[in-house]
């Protein structure tokens, strides 16, 4: 396959994601190995060692040993990687933000990356494609591939169709097709495999988490970006309000039977934490420091509040006093 147009996938990692990193990594590099023209395609990613926030448990690991290994995985990435050591409290609201100023101008389409998220193979080919349907009608649009089950029927829409019809359980961490289920880059695989024929649908009113979220550079150029007062978290809900606000219900396609892995709850995704509950899902993991409570509480505020002109954003110093 050879691109037509040029793309960016970008990732932050954390250093506490460095075991579950390189999944991420391998799967986006059998995506671009579909690809003869591979220089069409950027990968940032920016790896943060800054303890703000987490800090290191020196009995289990060194930040020495974690950037050493990060080190080794860039150097075997087998593609120029745009790669930096971000040393400052920098979160993924700080890093989806520059990434999407950094390359507006720089490529066609721009992808957000997930360390929790399994990259299909066709991904490329795919947003290629469509990218030269809809450039010259709709220039201005944004991109989903299907995903694994999520909390709540209002998120149907978007998962998979082998997902849609099996039950939801809570705490089911056994089942392939469950919410707290970590998936394999080849159980992925054989799902998409069984796809002869793309169904690409528009998802009205706009629907999306930032796991894998496609955006046409036009929309970054237009104007919309994450608001700096979603400092922490809540950004790609903050990017869609923005979105509709400054272009409306611009298409929102959906590759409705290609799977992108979303394993949220993959029991390597925070390791080597000082004071952090060990055991439980992600969020409560999080939860259990009171830092993250309330500076989750303050960007959910402040991005409810985005238009409100009577209204004062919380910031950093708000959440960590």
């Not at 237009?222 to 923005?242: C, R, T, Y």
Request: hydrophobic share 35%; with cysteine.
């Amino acid at each position: 396959m050879t691109l037509k147009h040029k793309y960016a996938i970008g990732c932050l990692v954390q250093w506490y994601e460095i075991e579950i990193i390189e999944e991420y990594i391998e799967s986006l590099k059998q995506a671009i190995n579909q690809i003869e023209n591979k220089q069409n395609v950027i990968v940032d990613i920016t790896f943060t060692t800054d303890q703000t926030l987490e800090k290191i448990n020196e009995s289990q690991a060194t930040m020495d040993k974690i950037e050493d290994r990060f080190f080794q995985m860039m150097r075997n990435f087998d593609h120029d990687v745009v790669w930096r050591i971000a040393r400052e409290l920098t979160t993924i609201a700080d890093y989806r933000r520059e990434f999407n100023d950094r390359y507006c101008e720089k490529v066609d389409v721009l992808m957000w990356g997930e360390t929790d998220a399994l990259i299909p193979k066709q991904t490329f080919e795919i947003l290629d494609n469509l990218h030269s349907s809809v450039k010259n009608t709709t220039p201005k649009y944004l991109g989903f591939f299907s995903t694994c089950k999520m909390w709540d029927d209002s998120w149907k829409p978007l998962e998979h169709p082998d997902f849609t019809n099996k039950p939801f359980v809570a705490n089911d961490y056994d089942n392939w097709w469950s919410l707290k289920y970590t998936m394999s880059a080849r159980e992925m695989y054989k799902i998409n495999e069984e796809t002869t024929e793309l169904d690409v649908k528009i998802v009205s009113p706009h629907k999306f988490n930032g796991c894998g979220l496609v955006i046409s550079s036009e929309v970054i150029k237009a104007g919309v970006n994450i608001p700096k007062s979603v400092f922490f978290v809540h950004e790609d809900s903050a990017f869609m309000w923005m979105t509709n606000k400054v272009l409306g219900n611009i298409p929102q396609y959906l590759i409705k039977n290609i799977l992108l892995v979303h394993n949220r709850n993959h029991p390597k995704k925070r390791l080597y934490i000082k004071g952090e509950r060990a055991d439980g899902t992600m969020n409560e993991k999080r939860r259990s420091n009171e830092w993250y409570v309330k500076a989750n509480k303050m960007c959910e505020q402040n991005y409810l509040n985005l238009f409100n002109p009577n209204y004062t954003s919380f910031t950093w110093k708000d959440a960590l006093k």
